[in-house]
């Protein structure tokens, strides 16, 4: 499993086509920060173009500090989706993403206090 968002996904492969992440994993998440999530799975064998490809919209919410909001998405996005089996159907995976966005949210809404140099 592979996650990555769309700067760091087109960094990775040198192109826009986030379809090619599964020649590396066989789910791919790219995070779109408030607009949501594609999510790539690998078709039989390694033929990305018989995978499944869901675009998983989220509502947006209000942001105080993103400091950890990848890691508290990925947190969120596995503990689902391990909790429904690691299965790979859409149904499974897009209530991942929800239960992603859902931990960024919680995470990205309170602001964190500053640390007094010196």
Known sequence: MLFTNQHEAA????????????????????K???????????GPGRAAASGVRLEVATR????A??????????AGFLASWL????????VVLRRAVVAGH?????????PR??????
């Open 102 to 110: 859902r931990a960024a949210a919680r995470q990205v809404g309170t």
């Open 11 to 30: 960094a990775f492969l040198g192109e826009l086509d986030p379809a090619r992440l599964l020649r590396f994993a066989p789910v791919a998440i790219v």
């Open 60 to 63: 947006p919410f209000a942001v």
């Open 83 to 90: 909790a429904a089996g690691a299965a790979t159907t859409p």
């Open 32 to 42: 779109r920060g408030a607009a949501g999530a594609t999510l790539l799975v690998r």
């Open 65 to 74: 500090d993103t400091t950890g909001a990848g890691d508290a998405f990925d």
């Open 113 to 118: 206090p500053e640390l007094a140099l010196g």
